[in-house]
């Protein structure tokens, strides 16, 4: 009897990470694009790496060394934590519903899963800022010690949050939602640039260097996995109880992670997607509802019919809501935080209708090829009119009140509640002009948005019409406001203090005079270039 010699299986943690090693050099060969974008992103990480670490070697010794460090070390795992939310689409290994077909326990496919996840660009970067920080604050054979468990400990902290999240969120990341949050993460990533800067320039003008951020790090060091940072520098001081406690602290939040990775594998793998469950009983029911009380509180005809299809268009359209969230932040952001800096004037705030009065420009190119469905109802100048003036209406639902928001925010701020009135007057002669000459813009100057690309706002050949379209309209709205701004000099200069209550009611009267004019003027050009405008904005 001849026994057939059995070859072993190979193990699944080293098949996943041939796969990840296939994945990602079958990626590089799809376009040269790619592979340089890969490069150029090696190389930076690299070149960071390397200044990081030269920073941690300079900064060994320092006494803000700890504090640095662990702020650091919390930085990155918020990094780690929000990465997915924002890039679903930048690891195909991101979405573990591809592997519910096959025959796989939890158990060894998360532990396959975490192997595979330290291969990569960011683990990587992620180790070197860690070793970087070890070695600017171990101390002693005991610091050493507890930084070669830390360093491990911390990657692997890092990267088991970041799946845990992925998982846990997938059916989400996949969805328009998801996609909602991929356009949404440059706003995040600038907004949150600018709270940094903002919180260096305060730092700056304290005077009290890095000193005044030790409150701050004393608490973060007993989260993980900052903890376990705070634990080497604990450990070279000859605090080892409080150095073993944090370090624990980072492997049992380790340990929960790996639980709810598992726990969210074995949902996502034996329970059915609830979206395809009544779905589409549920979706008619709540487009019913809102559409009922959003009908309810918009006029009738086809006035509350155009606002609210632009008022949908704003929510449910990733690219306008992009547009919309971002005006929203940064017109919000300009004016208060400089007036938070005590270098801004209530007339930042004019800076938030410039932001959102630059919506009405492009308007039938946020339309699409759906346009030819609006064409359809247009005939005369009196329908151009009308689709025109409720589109402004729809914008003026959310910019007005807004502007009186931001305006009242940034008098509050720099205690100035006696130039509120003069900034309201000026920010809506602003924000009529932009109506104004945004009507005219999407009449005169259209352009097609491209649907297939999250980064691309203008479709090819089309850029010089765009520049035409915001920044002459932008220049033309300066210009028509110059009334009122030389009214408010006048007033300024004159010496008439008392009287600068008026420009409330005049810019507000001013601004509604030039939206109608706009209008009025926009509306023929609308009618009569209807086919033009159809095929400018289906292009691409």
Request: hydrophobic share 55%; glycine share 8%.
């Amino acid at each position: 009897m001849t026994t057939a010699s059995s070859v072993a299986a190979p193990s699944l943690t080293s098949v996943f990470v041939r796969l990840k090693l296939s994945l990602l050099k079958n990626g590089l060969k799809q376009s040269g694009g790619r592979t340089a974008a890969y490069i150029a992103s090696v190389v930076l990480a690299a070149v960071f790496a390397a200044l990081l670490l030269l920073g941690a070697v300079l900064l060994r010794g320092d006494a803000d060394a700890a504090t640095v460090t662990v702020l650091l070390a919390a930085v990155v795992a918020l990094s780690w934590t929000v990465m997915p939310l924002f890039v679903p689409s930048g690891d195909e290994t991101l979405d573990p519903s591809r592997l519910v077909m096959l025959p796989l326990r939890p158990r060894p496919l998360v532990r396959a899963l975490l192997v595979a996840s330290l291969v990569g660009v960011g683990p990587v970067f992620t180790l070197c800022l860690t070793v970087g920080a070890a070695l600017s604050v171990a101390q002693g054979a005991a610091g050493v010690a507890f930084a070669v468990l830390a360093v491990p400990l911390v990657v692997l902290t890092c990267v088991a949050l970041s799946r845990s999240v992925a998982a846990a969120n997938v059916r989400l990341l996949t969805s328009r939602k998801g996609r909602d949050l991929a356009v949404l993460s440059g706003l995040v990533i600038a907004v949150g640039m600018q709270l940094v800067n903002f919180g260096a320039q305060r730092l700056t003008r304290s005077g009290a260097g890095l000193s005044s951020l030790e409150p701050a790090a004393d608490v973060i060091g007993w989260l993980p996995p900052a903890s376990a940072v705070s634990a080497i520098d604990a450990a070279g001081a000859g605090d080892y109880a409080v150095a073993a406690a944090k370090l624990l602290i980072t492997a049992a939040a380790l340990v929960g992670l790996v639980f709810w990775w598992q726990r969210s594998l074995v949902r996502l793998m034996v329970e059915p997607d609830g979206s395809t469950i009544g779905a589409a009983a549920d979706s008619a029911a709540k487009d019913k509802a809102s559409s009922g009380l959003l009908g309810r509180l918009l006029p009738g005809g086809r006035t509350g019919t155009v606002m609210e299809r632009s008022l949908r268009y704003i929510w449910r359209d990733p690219k306008t809501k992009a547009a919309w969230v971002t005006s929203l932040a940064i017109g919000a952001i300009v004016p208060l935080f400089n007036a938070l800096q005590g270098t801004g004037t209530v007339y930042f705030a004019c800076f938030a209708s410039g932001m959102l009065g630059i919506q009405m420009y492009n308007q039938f190119g946020q339309d699409t090829s759906a346009f030819w469905m609006v064409a359809q109802t247009i005939s005369t100048t009196a329908d151009a009119y009308a689709e025109l003036r409720a589109r402004v209406f729809a914008l003026l639902t959310v910019t007005a009140p807004y502007t009186v928001l931001v305006t009242a925010a940034t008098a509050a701020v720099l205690g100035a509640w006696s130039r509120l009135p003069e900034a309201l007057g000026v920010a809506f002669a602003l924000l009529g002009a932009m109506m104004a000459t945004g009507a005219l813009a999407s009449a005169n100057f259209p352009y097609s948005i491209p649907q297939d690309s999250a980064y691309k706002n203008v479709a090819p050949g089309q850029g010089g019409l765009a520049w035409i379209s915001i920044f002459g309209g932008m220049l033309a709205s300066a210009l028509l406001c110059a009334p009122v701004i030389a009214l408010t000099l006048f007033l300024h200069l004159a010496d008439h203090r008392s009287m600068l209550w008026v420009l409330l009611p005049v810019g507000a009267l001013y601004g509604a005079l030039i939206a109608w004019g706009g209008l009025r003027i926009a509306a023929p050009r609308l009618a009569k270039r209807l086919p033009e405008i159809l095929a400018a904005v289906s292009k691409g």
